[in-house]
């Protein structure tokens, strides 16, 4: 099975403040490649799909790259409402598998 | 709008089996594929199994081979996943999904989900 890895585990940013995420595939996923977003209590919500193209509503400070086995999720100026945890999904083969999660916190 | 909604809680014993269901209602159930995925606490999410709410074709993750089983019953536009000789371990939220139609019906990421529903094993 593909195994999704992500860092880091936390990030501390201040609001206003760009943050970057990764999320590193065992082999390759090619740009099949999903980020959701998960607040505590609540389903996860889609984010980004083949690696870089913004799903319905999303805002524009999300943006996503990478393809192969290297893929980051940039969130530009960070908004009260971003602070969560953020998981990178491969859809490339089975099974789905998800990463660890990155949890972007409030410095 | 898309919906997915699903059962209440539940609270099993080890060695049972528990039943949820995900209701879909806003599209036509049959064109689309649902997937059940479930997160115990403090852990990452976990793929199980899906249907093709079309033809009722089935795949599970081996993890759960044999545990697990995914039905639908077309004329409700309800899907069901059954997890037998539950583990204190299968305790976890689970949720259903459904695959966002930008990429493919059947398997694309997820971009409508249930509101997921805790499945507690205790003795």
């Given at each position: 099975?593909?195994?999704?890895?992500?860092?880091?585990?936390?990030?501390?940013?201040?609001?206003?403040?760009?943050?970057?995420?990764?999320?590193?595939?065992?082999?390759?996923v090619s740009s099949n490649l999903a980020w959701?977003?998960?607040?505590?209590?609540?389903?996860?919500?889609l984010l980004i799909y083949g690696a870089s193209t913004r799903a319905?509503?999303?805002?524009?400070?999300?943006?996503g790259s990478g393809s192969?086995?290297?893929f980051?999720?940039?969130?530009?100026?960070?908004?009260?409402?971003?602070?969560?945890?953020?998981?990178?999904q491969q859809y490339n083969?089975?099974?789905?598998?998800?990463?660890?999660?990155?949890?972007?916190?409030?410095? | 709008?898309?919906?997915?909604?699903?059962?209440?809680?539940?609270?099993?014993?080890?060695?049972?089996?528990?039943?949820?269901?995900?209701?879909?209602?806003?599209?036509?159930?049959?064109?689309?594929?649902?997937?059940?995925?479930?997160?115990?606490?403090?852990?990452?999410?976990?793929?199980?199994?899906?249907?093709?709410?079309?033809?009722?074709?089935?795949?599970?993750?081996?993890?759960?081979?044999?545990?697990?089983?995914?039905?639908?019953?077309?004329?409700?536009?309800?899907?069901?996943?059954?997890?037998?000789?539950?583990?204190?371990?299968?305790?976890?939220?689970?949720?259903?999904?459904?695959?966002t139609?930008y990429t493919s019906?059947?398997?694309g990421p997820?971009?409508?989900?249930?509101?997921?529903?805790?499945?507690?094993?205790?003795?």
């Amino acid at each position: 099975e593909i195994v999704m890895t992500q860092s880091p585990a936390t990030l501390s940013v201040s609001p206003g403040e760009r943050a970057t995420l990764s999320c590193r595939a065992s082999q390759s996923v090619s740009s099949n490649l999903a980020w959701y977003q998960q607040k505590p209590g609540q389903a996860p919500r889609l984010l980004i799909y083949g690696a870089s193209t913004r799903a319905t509503g999303i805002p524009a400070r999300f943006s996503g790259s990478g393809s192969g086995t290297e893929f980051t999720l940039t969130i530009s100026s960070l908004q009260s409402e971003d602070f969560a945890v953020y998981y990178c999904q491969q859809y490339n083969d089975w099974p789905r598998t998800f990463g660890q999660g990155t949890k972007v916190e409030i410095k | 709008q898309v919906q997915l909604v699903q059962s209440g809680a539940e609270v099993k014993k080890p060695g049972a089996s528990v039943k949820v269901s995900c209701k879909a209602s806003g599209y036509t159930f049959t064109s689309y594929a649902i997937y059940w995925v479930r997160q115990a606490p403090g852990q990452r999410l976990e793929w199980m199994g899906w249907i093709n709410a079309g033809n009722g074709d089935t795949q599970n993750s081996q993890k759960f081979q044999g545990r697990v089983t995914i039905t639908r019953d077309t004329s409700a536009s309800t899907a069901y996943m059954e997890l037998s000789s539950l583990i204190s371990e299968d305790t976890a939220v689970y949720y259903c999904a459904r695959p966002t139609p930008y990429t493919s019906s059947w398997y694309g990421p997820f971009d409508s989900w249930g509101q997921g529903t805790l499945v507690t094993v205790s003795s």
